[in-house]
């Protein structure tokens, strides 16, 4: 996944409140659009995880919702054994074992193990296609590792991507010609339940599935698509002036707290979703990007590694970069 990272220099360093960083170990760059997952490069504000691909005629981004979990705090109450049952096992397995039936003690205990947790669900790939000839456009494309922002130069302009932690969004700006349309969709794994699509606007309700069990699970029960399952609401707006367009998105889920049932209205976190995708809109591409400048990845400026020599140290301090990136984002409230 690193073997592609480049140290050119052609922009000033960013600058972190009381020094400046050395722009070849914050950025991450790629020539051309990622081909695979691992090649997408990583945006996140602590709720919304977004991997850019890069590509300047159809760009995509997978995305997910930190609360989206198959199953409910409930699902497992069926699979759960009780006291009584628990100590039965345990003395037939000793009893076992110290007739020298390992095997046989062993196969007692299974019945301990009759649940499992559930599983991260992502919620799906967002779409962006531009007018004109489709294939794989020529490009550049650079994740800055300080602002958390992914930038995509190409012949008919720049694209920027970030996920906003002031307005809670993934943002994505674009050239754009003015009588231009633009097709955007969602796609993914999950049930769709709901879906809206009008010039400018996409809303679409999805459902997770209500059990994943692990491939070791006993019995092999797959994956169950119950309606008790959570749903996560997707609001996508955008517009288009001068020449650029502007696209944001808002995802919401029914999670209602931990150990609570993920039983929020439907129609109230679809509401949400649209309601934040709207307002974030409404503020125009310059205003949503010094918001989001404003409210920098904590600690960035609190762990540095400074290494000397060269390619090869260059790439390490760029790695360690990566990593530090990668906790803030994922990690801040």
């Keep these: ?10 922009e ?3 600058t972190i409140p009381g020094r400046t960083i050395a722009m070849e170990q914050t950025t991450i760059r790629r020539r051309s659009p990622a081909r695979r997952w691992l090649e997408a490069l990583p945006l996140g504000n602590g709720r919304l995880g977004a991997m850019a691909w890069g590509d300047p005629q159809r760009a995509r981004f997978s995305l997910n919702e930190s609360t989206l979990w198959s199953g ?29 039936e390992a095997v046989a003690a062993e196969q007692e205990l299974a019945v301990l193990g009759g649940t499992w947790s559930q599983a991260f669900q ?41 996920t906003s932690a002031e307005d809670d969004v993934l943002v994505h700006s674009f050239p754009m010609e003015p009588d231009g349309v633009v097709a955007v969709d969602l796609t993914g794994p999950l049930v769709e339940e709901h879906r809206r699509s009008a010039d400018g606007l996409l809303d679409i309700v999805l459902r997770a599935p209500s059990d994943v069990a692990p491939a070791h699970a ?25 020449g650029r367009g502007l696209l944001v998105c808002a995802i919401t889920t029914t999670w209602a707290g931990l150990g609570e049932a993920p039983d929020r209205p439907v129609q109230e976190v ?11 809109l409404a503020r125009g591409a310059d205003e949503l990007r010094r918001r989001h400048r404003a409210r920098q990845l904590p600690d960035t400026a609190v762990t540095d590694l ?22 803030a984002g994922a990690s801040r409230p």
């Design 12 to 14: 000033e360093s960013p």
């Design 122 to 162: 992502p919620v799906g790939e967002l779409t962006v296609q531009l007018p004109g000839v489709g294939g794989r456009a020529p490009c550049e494309r650079a994740l800055d590792l300080v602002h958390g922002e992914h930038r995509v130069e190409a012949p008919g302009g720049r694209h920027l991507t970030f």
């Design 270 to 280: 679809l509401d949400e979703a649209a309601g934040d995708a709207e307002q974030a």
């Design 218 to 242: 006993p019995g092999d029960p797959g994956v169950q698509w119950g309606q008790e399952a959570m749903r996560v609401a997707v609001a996508v707006r955008w517009s288009v002036s001068g």
């Design 306 to 327: 400074r290494l000397g020599g060269g390619g090869d140290s260059a790439l390490l301090g760029q790695v360690f970069a990566l990593g530090r990136y990668l906790l």
């Design 72 to 100: 409910t705090p409930a699902r497992a109450g069926d699979r759960v054994v009780d006291e009584q049952t628990a100590a039965a096992a345990i003395a037939r397995s000793r009893a076992l074992f110290e007739e020298g």
């Design 1 to 10: 996944a690193v073997a592609g990272l480049s140290s050119t220099v052609t």
